[in-house]
């Protein structure tokens, strides 16, 4: 089964979002457990703000984002989000794309939850 497109952009706007307040560093490696902190409190804040704006209720925007930021902590190591962390700064939308969907199988039953995929 192929990953949906729709769900992947999706999350690449919403890692986008993670980055707010963080500025640009060097490299990934430069990215501190802070930087990580915040880009991941981002994240589900902009997931969050994008379900309720879906029609989802609050309740249930919150556990649609705890499944796929729960998913991604799981499975993704600290060096990859460091590297998340660090594009989400510098602009790489493509590179953020490409690093959350090898992880897209673990991400499809919480994919599967989101209604603004068509």
């Not at 707010?20 to 409190?41: E, K, N, Q, W």
């Not at 930021?69 to 590179?95: A, F």
Request: with cysteine; aromatic share 4%; glycine share 10%.
């Amino acid at each position: 089964m192929r990953p949906n497109r729709q769900g992947l952009l999706l999350l690449l706007a919403l890692t986008s979002m993670g980055c707010v307040g963080l500025s640009p560093h060097g490299s990934p490696a430069s990215m501190t457990d802070v930087d990580i902190a915040t880009f991941r409190d981002g994240f589900r804040a902009g997931c969050t703000d994008a379900a309720i704006g879906h029609g989802k209720s609050r309740q249930q925007a919150a556990e649609d984002c705890s499944c796929i930021l729960g998913t991604l902590q799981r499975v993704l190591t600290h060096e990859e989000w460091q590297r998340l962390t660090y594009e989400g700064q510098n602009g790489m939308e493509s590179d953020e794309l490409a690093a959350i969907a090898s992880h897209v199988e673990a991400l499809r039953s919480c994919l599967a939850q989101v209604p603004w995929k068509t």
